[in-house]
């Protein structure tokens, strides 16, 4: 139980196109959603905390005009990559706060964004 | 400051050897400590945690708060322990809040 399902896996932009990604809980209600963003075997990021029906709450240095965080309803939360640059390639993981967990939160599979 | 070091980027060991992952950590307050892993082209999946002291696919990790460590042990590699490794950190009054990683560490176990 409490998956969360991350589309697209991969995905391919031209230099100043957006990208969007979403991240869906499947058999529970995920009212608190985080992204984050992970280089090459190194860390994750946290770039920012949505709760459904507010705006995110973004990390320092991470810019919310660039990295829309929209989280309307209890089963999805989206990022949306915009005006997207090279820099901007990386992998993006959500996960969602689940505190029927042993630690809370149950992660996506990631999204692969290179932007050419 | 609130941090989680893990030194090693990359670990080599041989089948059967004994494995130790370091974590250190920085951290205001009480924290709560977990060691995710990342197996190839797969999820992060929780690993263990400090406050069930178990062991999970024979690693083990024990708080030491003296030292702020919490490293991952496991006295004999499998070819299939091969995987990215992460600490993380949180408030253990922070149900639920955003935890924080380490760099992780890459371990690679030879055949």
């Known amino acids: 139980g409490a998956v969360v399902s991350q589309h697209p896996s991969w995905v391919i932009c031209k230099s100043g196109t957006s990208v969007k990604i979403e991240c869906r809980s499947l058999?529970?209600?995920?009212?608190?959603m985080f992204w984050y963003r992970q280089f090459p075997k190194q860390s994750l990021m946290l770039m920012a905390t949505s709760n459904e029906g507010s705006k995110a709450t973004y990390e320092q240095g991470v810019e919310k005009d660039k990295f829309l965080i929209n989280h309307a309803s209890l089963t999805l939360s989206t990022l949306t990559v915009t005006s997207a640059h090279p820099e901007d390639s990386s992998f993006y993981i959500c996960?969602?706060?689940?505190?029927?967990?042993?630690?809370?939160?149950?992660f996506g599979s990631g999204t692969r964004l290179t932007v050419v | 400051a609130q941090r989680v070091t893990q030194p090693e980027k990359l670990l080599s060991v041989f089948k059967g050897a004994p494995v130790e992952l370091k974590c250190n950590y920085s951290?205001?307050?009480?924290?709560?400590l977990f060691w995710y892993v990342q197996y190839s082209r797969q999820r992060l999946q929780l690993l263990l945690r400090?406050?069930s002291r178990e062991s999970i696919k024979g690693f083990t990790a024990d708080l030491n708060k003296g030292e702020t460590s919490f490293h991952l042990k496991k006295p004999f590699a499998q070819e299939e322990d091969s995987a990215m490794y992460y600490c993380?950190?949180?408030?253990?009054?922070?149900?639920?809040?955003?935890?924080?990683f380490g760099q992780g560490t890459e371990l690679s176990v030879k055949p």
């Open positions: 996960s969602a706060r689940v505190p029927d967990k042993p630690d809370g939160y149950t």
């Open positions: 951290y205001s307050g009480s924290p709560e």
């Open positions: 400090h406050i």
């Open positions: 058999d529970f209600q995920a009212t608190t």
């Open positions: 993380a950190i949180r408030g253990i009054y922070n149900q639920g809040g955003k935890l924080i």
